[in-house]
């Protein structure tokens, strides 16, 4: 028996007036998960405890059966395993954004773009190892990852400081959260410096002259300190596979113990190379029991408010991973679970921590096609939800 998950992160949409009435899930074609759906059985999933923040690091922690609010330490140090960063007992892991601030009003500045315009991970690159090679330290050190998402360590003494995700402003002030970072008598003075060195750095230049959004600043968050978490072999008795083009992701894949697959040309968004992920999918089926398939477009098309980019997203998902992944399965006995890690609505731009719609499929109990089309609200009408992560993977393993 075979086990797969695929995740569209931040499927779930809210109604839009300007679809009638209708969510991005709802308006798109997917023929391909409609059809599970109907063969198979909807379910909504608590994918985030009450009281924590929903966040795709603690969703997709529930996703792999785990219960976020016994072992989530932050969202940092789980893609410092992705990016091999080994974290001793006192380093504390930030999440390090490429981002570009409105300063136009220094005390009072806005989140013009949490990701710098999806800044390319070569672009990236350059600029944070500029800033490690001019600010690295025995105390304090930048690591490049993907895009605008990149890893500072540190093991100083920092005091109070409040953090919050970028992509939760899209178009705000911040100044709360900026000034707080000024003050902070570790990372003011490395703030003011980091905002020095991307002015003046080619890559930013080039990016202006071309018209793109250039990268004026870095964003801290998601700090905690490694995590303890069993694998996926100690819990289960099963091997699996990770397929992400998200550190993040991929953090979570290395704690849970399964193979961190690197697809060529796997973006986080629209132009994500679906059909290496979708190959790769069924390549690992042969090597493990589970496999695990992370699609980041949908969720980044609601943080910038895309209703179009969204509903392609979902068609996206549902023509060039749903589809050659089912097809490939042909004749082989499987059970696969099709979700989102949260909400991630286009109306406020941020996550919501709603139970996700899930369709949970079996080849061997397949039914007449009679089902409800998936939908939120037609997962909502199915039924109490499953209430958390240990429960939904013990669901789906069948224990």
């Not at 759906?37 to 997709?60: C, F, I, K, W, Y």
């Not at 960063?85 to 300063?103: I, P």
């Not at 968004?269 to 089926?285: H, V």
Request: glycine share 10%.
């Amino acid at each position: 028996m075979k086990y797969l998950i695929l995740v569209a992160d931040g499927l779930a949409d809210f109604p839009l007036e300007e679809l009638g009435g209708k969510t991005p899930l709802a308006q798109a074609d997917t023929p391909n998960l409609d059809r599970l759906a109907r063969d198979g059985q909807l379910h909504t999933l608590v994918t985030v405890p009450e009281g924590m923040p929903p966040g795709s690091d603690v969703a997709n922690l529930s996703l792999l059966g785990y219960d976020p609010s016994r072992c989530y330490t932050g969202r940092a140090p789980l893609e410092a395993a992705s990016l091999q960063v080994a974290l001793r007992g006192a380093d504390l892991a930030f999440r390090c954004n490429l981002v570009n601030l409105d300063l136009t009003a220094p005390s009072r500045p806005r989140m013009l773009d949490y990701s710098a315009g999806h800044i390319s991970t070569p672009e990236a690159r350059e600029l944070i190892l500029s800033l490690a090679a001019e600010l690295n330290g025995p105390h304090l050190a930048f690591y490049p990852g993907v895009s605008y998402r990149h890893l500072l360590v540190t093991d100083q003494e920092l005091g109070p400081l409040a953090t919050t995700p970028p992509h939760d402003h899209s178009g705000q002030e911040v100044a709360d959260f900026w000034n707080g970072y000024l003050d902070n008598p570790v990372f003011g003075p490395l703030v003011r410096r980091t905002g020095e060195i991307l002015a003046q750095h080619p890559v930013n230049r080039a990016r202006v002259k071309a018209g793109k959004t250039p990268a004026n600043a870095i964003w801290l968050w998601g700090q905690g300190r490694a995590p303890q978490l069993a694998t996926l072999k100690e819990r289960f008795g099963i091997t699996g596979a990770l397929i992400s083009a998200v550190d993040l992701l991929k953090g979570i894949g290395v704690y849970a113990g399964m193979e961190v697959i690197e697809v060529p040309g796997a973006t986080g968004y629209l132009d994500t190379n679906y059909q290496g992920k979708a190959q790769g999918a069924m390549e690992a089926l042969t090597r493990h029991d589970l496999v695990f398939v992370h699609v980041e477009a949908p969720d980044e098309a609601g943080h910038q408010g895309l209703i179009a980019e969204k509903i392609q997203a979902i068609e996206d998902f549902d023509k060039k991973i749903v589809a050659p992944i089912v097809a490939g399965l042909a004749g082989t006995d499987y059970r696969l679970v099709v979700t989102c890690d949260h909400f991630t609505p286009i109306r406020i731009k941020t996550h919501a921590g709603l139970p996700v719609p899930l369709i949970m499929f079996d080849s061997r109990q397949a039914g007449g096609g009679h089902g409800p089309a998936y939908t939120e609200d037609n997962a909502k009408a199915a039924g109490s939800p499953i209430p958390g992560g240990a429960e939904f993977l013990s669901l789906l393993l069948g224990r």
